[in-house]
């Protein structure tokens, strides 16, 4: 986009994550390796990280997206299901506590208090789509 619309300055704010990173925590990856496969996201100097996921009963994707300042993740899935979020979000947080201790060790100062303070909210209530998969 153009660097004077509007698109370009909320794109420049957001950093888009892989599902492969959460997986890299999930299955305890070196801090050398998160780094290599995040660091050209320069996600230290965004506001807000934006993390697809893959989920694989029933087969879809979701997403969360990770409001930094305010210490918000806002978790959306068209089924709007709420119960496979316990197990993700303890990930997510693993996750972001990994990027923030990277980013600092690399110099890249990310001031971000991962320990406390944070809530999940879901983005939808009702489901938008049928679920095919148990009807």
Not at 11 to 19: I, N, V
Not at 62 to 86: G, N, Q, Y
């Amino acid at each position: 986009s153009h660097p004077t619309s509007p698109v370009s300055y909320y794109s420049s704010r957001c950093a888009l994550f892989s599902t492969f990173d959460l997986l890299m925590v999930r299955y305890n990856a070196g801090n050398d390796e998160i780094w290599r496969w995040t660091r050209k996201l320069e996600y230290w100097s965004k506001d807000i990280w934006i993390l697809p996921i893959h989920r694989h009963n029933p087969k879809h994707w979701v997403m969360c997206t990770i409001h930094l300042p305010l210490h918000e993740l806002h978790l959306f899935d068209s089924f709007a299901a709420r119960a496979p979020w316990k197990h993700k979000v303890p990930e997510i947080s693993q996750l972001i506590s990994r990027l923030v201790i990277l980013s600092n060790q690399n110099g890249h100062p990310l001031h971000v208090i991962t320990e406390e303070g944070w809530t999940a909210h879901p983005v939808l209530v009702r489901s938008l789509l049928l679920d095919f998969y148990h009807t």
